[in-house]
């Protein structure tokens, strides 16, 4: 049988605009049969309240005859009006479901639980925290702030928009808490890198379900606690709860965090074991993330390739993995066949290709997607992009063109931009543009170490040891503390950790034995400049000690 050519088979394929006029005319198709039936009530003489015809006008889309539909009638009692509110509600009309109760209120129909339910949601969907004050104290008055449905809301509204010390009162003035007021909580404290509380509170749960359970993993994960997310998932396991679709993006993302290969790979086992063939898409996209940030950059593709339903994160998640891996002309390449794919790019693809030619020195090709996008589609670029163009730079060393770049930015650069530049001038030991650009950050944030230690490490690379000891020195003056470099290895599956001046490991006399040896072998070699740099250090170490 022969193939269909590919150009007849793309002359056929629906594209955006056919797409939407499909759309408006299922939608207009569905209004007009919605006005017919308002008719034929009319009619009959069939009330409104025993109707659909709302809910229907808000499924065509015309919120506006919805609307009026509701004002025109007065005979609503609180459980159609409730489910009106509803109604507008899940079609994102939250601006009208609020509008809504005040009408209620006009109607003198006295709101429930659910009422309050849904328009607290609303104001929270919103980020109208004043709002949802109002409604927290309509409901107090009403004595419902205790109901569970309605302070599971109320606790949801204060963590999204407001403090963990008011959420907590929402939570005690709740009667009987369920797992959702719970999980809500905990995501609260996690949210706030309140750890121990998460915990005490999720240890103290009557029940406890798979989201609790996420939520503790993901938390942890997200705030790099890779350790305590991959315990809990054991825990969790060990307790006899399945993990579901949810549950392997977060501990695919601990691993990668610390790229244990082997870790993830147990985890990628139990995922098949467990989901077999319904592995999701967001579950495959975490898997190709995790294996491009272990540099296994082949079984990342293999996962992408076996992949049915692929969206944007998909591709996004190999792009970048090929820059992550310095790997920035396949990363390239592997764009272009995006786009013959037919995918639309987005503002996280852009950054991933900036980022590609960042990692390999791809300047002019960096200058060509930036400028294509400042041209075509100028809403995708976020600072983001900006600061990689001037990292990018920077770290070329084409310092005229990135303090030029700085000076034309439509908006006021902010630190990192400034660390960028620095960051630059501490790879090829530009020290005069690295105060400059330290002084910018110390105006930004006078409590900022790190713009220190960078103006320090490009004085280190120039050999001005004098002006490393005075930073020092003004550091310690100002009693500012920095964050101790952490790197971590993995052998035989097991994961070890280590901090900069850490001495705990359970090995520390072997490590040391290994490093002396190594430093006495450098010693035998003739002119060895890493030796001398080596001496240097050494010799700068002993002077701020004294």
């Not at 659909?52 to 009006?81: M, Q």
């Not at 808490?177 to 998460?198: H, M, Q, W």
């Not at 820059?323 to 013959?340: D, I, P, Y």
């Not at 400049?529 to 240097?536: D, G």
Request: net charge neutral.
């Amino acid at each position: 049988m022969k193939s269909i050519p590919l150009k007849i088979i793309q002359a056929h394929r629906p594209n955006f605009k056919s797409l939407t006029k499909i759309h408006k005319f299922s939608s207009n198709h569905h209004l007009l049969q919605t006005q017919k039936s308002h008719a034929h009530h009319l009619k009959l003489g069939i009330s409104t309240t025993e109707s659909d015809l709302i809910r229907s006008y808000c499924e065509s889309k015309s919120f506006s005859d919805a609307r009026i539909l509701f004002d025109e009638t007065s005979e609503w009692d609180l459980v159609s009006a409730t489910t009106v509110i509803g109604h507008f509600a899940r079609h994102d009309r939250h601006k009208d479901a609020i509008s809504l109760f005040s009408r209620l209120l006009f109607l003198n129909i006295k709101p429930n639980e659910f009422t309050f339910g849904t328009v607290i949601h609303s104001s929270t969907t919103l980020r109208v925290l004043r709002i949802g004050e109002q409604f927290h104290a309509c409901a107090f008055k009403l004595c419902l702030q205790s109901n569970v449905y309605v302070g599971s809301s109320i606790l949801n509204l204060y963590v999204k928009l407001s403090t963990i010390e008011e959420a907590r009162k929402a939570f005690d003035d709740t009667s009987e808490p369920n797992v959702v007021s719970y999980t809500t909580l905990i995501c609260g404290y996690l949210k706030n890198e309140r750890f121990e509380d998460a915990l005490q509170l999720f240890q103290d749960m009557p029940e406890k379900n798979v989201v609790s359970w996420n939520a503790m993993i993901g938390g942890y994960s997200q705030m790099g606690h890779t350790e305590e997310a991959v315990n809990l998932f054991v825990e969790m396991h060990r307790e006899g709860l399945l993990p579901n679709q949810s549950t392997f993006p977060c501990v695919f993302s601990a691993a990668a965090n610390i790229a244990a290969i082997g870790m993830g790979k147990s985890f990628h086992a139990c995922a098949l074991k467990i989901l077999g063939s319904s592995c999701d898409v967001f579950v495959g996209n975490s898997l190709i993330s995790f294996y491009a940030k272990c540099g296994c950059m082949e079984d990342s593709l293999l996962i992408f390739n076996k992949l049915h339903d692929r969206n944007i994160v998909s591709w996004n998640a190999v792009i970048c993995g090929y820059a992550q891996n310095g790997r920035g002309k396949e990363a390239l390449e592997f764009f272009e066949k995006m786009q013959v794919s037919g995918l639309r790019p987005n503002s996280v693809t852009l950054l991933c290709l900036l980022l590609a030619c960042n990692h390999t020195g791809l300047v002019d090709e960096a200058f060509s997607y930036f400028n294509l996008v400042k041209t075509e589609d100028p809403n995708l670029l976020k600072p983001e992009h900006y600061a990689c163009m001037v990292d990018l730079l920077s770290r070329s060393g084409r310092f005229r063109e990135a303090e030029n770049f700085l000076q034309d930015l439509p908006f006021d650069p902010g630190i990192g931009f400034w660390k960028a530049l620095l960051g630059g001038c501490q790879i090829h030991s530009n020290t005069e543009l690295a105060e400059f650009a330290a002084q910018r950050i110390q105006d930004l944030d006078p409590e900022d170490a790190s713009s220190y230690v960078m103006i320090s490490n490009a004085n280190s690379a120039a050999g001005r040891w004098k002006n490393v000891s005075m930073i020092r020195k003004e550091m310690r003056e100002k009693e500012m503390t920095r964050i101790p470099g952490c790197s971590w290895i993995e052998i035989k599956s097991k994961v070890h950790v280590f901090v900069t001046g850490d001495k705990r490991h359970v090995q520390v006399d072997e490590i040391y034995v290994v490093l002396r040896y190594f430093f006495e072998h450098l010693r035998e070699i003739p002119d060895s400049k890493l030796l001398q740099n080596i001496e240097l250090l050494v010799d700068h170490q002993k002077e701020l000690r004294n």
